[in-house]
Structure formats: C-alpha cells, structure tokens
C-alpha cells in the first residue's frame, strides 16, 4: 500500500520553463492537496481539491494551476517558473473534506529553478 | 489571525532523557490539532490528532496532551530513532468549513546515543 506516491522526486529547471508535478494516492480519499516547505517556514497550502471536479485556492496560488485528473490523481503546474518557486513540494489526501481527520502526505518533489 | 507557534526549534537530548515539546496556538475556534513527525528527506508522517482540552493520546514513547491554549508532545525515555522534526497544526472551525491547516515551523529533535 503506496498511500500518497509523488513524481518526480527532484527537479531543476530554468527561469521561464513549466512543469507539472503529479500526485496519486490509492486510499480511496476524496480529498486531495498541494502544500510547498520552505526553511524557517511552516508547510503552505497552494491549492486543495475538496472532492473530485473541484479545486480551490489555499494560501500561496500565485503562479500555480492545478487540475483534479481523478479521484486518484491531483496535478501541480507551474506554467512560467520563478526562482522564488524553489521548494519542496508535498501532496496530501484526506478522507472527507471539511472535516477534522487527518491528512496523509506524499514524500515530496524538490524543485530548484535556477 | 490563526497562529502556531513551536518551541524550542531545536532540542538535543541523550538516549533515555525525556522531555517535552511544545506548541501554542491562537485560533478562533480549535476543529483539531494534528501532531506530525518528519524525517529528512520525507514526507510528514500522521501522529497524532487532539480534538479538545484535557485530551491525551499515546504511541509508544509519545505522548501528546491539549490545553486551550497550547499541546505538549511528551517523549518518554527517547532512542535514536526518535531523532526527527516534529510538526505541530491547527486547523480552525470556521463558518462554512475549513480546510486550511495553519502549521508551525517544527521542532528537530536529536537523540544521541
């Protein structure tokens, strides 16, 4: 059992290109989100799909688009990268939105733009 | 605004001292308080989660208590395995439903044997 699986693991891209980072869990969560870490800062939502057909902005969008593919998969892109979009980039699931469970969370894209 | 605030940021201890870690939080209105552990390299990995005041809850040497104001994560005669950064959130009732969880910046944790 996966859980949440991220790819790819790591990433360097220049000024300007896109990218998009995939996500896809295998608990049968109905709820899906993208979080970014950076140092000395707590984990910052991006964007969050509360059930499959629909997603919302969290705290940081700027700059991002995400697209729910499935109830299983929850994409990431990044359609002009910025040096300032250097982070570890973490996906989570959880099994009902708007609720107080917990969420679960992939191991991470860490993503340099240079 | 929703704020949670972790201390100490870093804590040495030696294999077998306990101790506890902190974590306050100012919110309007406390849905649950998730506690995490992160490995370098990794993603968070669930612990625990407390839904109010006077709740505890244990798993193995980890202990997490709640008050209105603040959690404790009590490590009780910690191994070198427990070296890891432990994450504390908040997640708010709001009207209408919430799904922003606010978390702290952490607290690594070394165990030297």
């Known amino acids: 059992n996966a859980g949440v699986t991220q790819t790819p693991k790591f990433q360097v891209l220049k000024t300007g290109q896109s990218m998009t980072l995939q996500c896809a869990q295998d608990m049968n969560h109905n709820s899906m989100y993208w979080y970014r870490q950076d140092p000395g800062m707590g984990l910052r939502l991006i964007y969050y799909?509360?059930?499959?057909?629909?997603?919302d902005k969290g705290e940081v969008p700027n700059g991002y688009n995400v697209s729910r593919l499935n109830k299983r998969e929850f994409s990431l892109r990044l359609e002009s990268a910025a040096p300032s979009q250097t982070s570890v980039y973490f996906c989570a699931s959880k099994r009902t939105a708007y609720s107080n469970q917990p969420q679960h969370f992939g191991d991470g894209t860490r993503l340099s733009i240079l | 605004e929703d704020q949670v605030t972790q201390s100490p940021e870093a804590l040495r201890l030696q294999e077998g001292e306990s101790s506890s870690l902190n974590c306050s939080y100012t919110?309007?209105?406390?849905?649950?308080l998730f506690w995490y552990r992160q490995d370098p390299g990794k993603g968070p990995e669930f612990l625990f989660t407390l839904y109010s005041a006077g709740e505890e809850k244990e798993k193995e040497r980890l202990k997490a208590t709640l008050t209105k104001k603040e959690s404790f994560l009590h490590i009780t005669a910690p191994k070198p395995e427990d070296s890891a950064t432990y994450l504390c959130?908040?997640?708010?009732?709001?009207?209408?439903?919430?799904?922003?969880?606010?978390f702290g910046k952490g607290t690594k944790l070394t165990v030297n044997p």
């Open positions: 919110v309007s209105g406390l849905r649950g």
């Open positions: 959130a908040v997640q708010a009732l709001k009207q209408g439903g919430s799904e922003k969880l606010v």
């Open positions: 799909s509360a059930s499959e057909g629909t997603t």
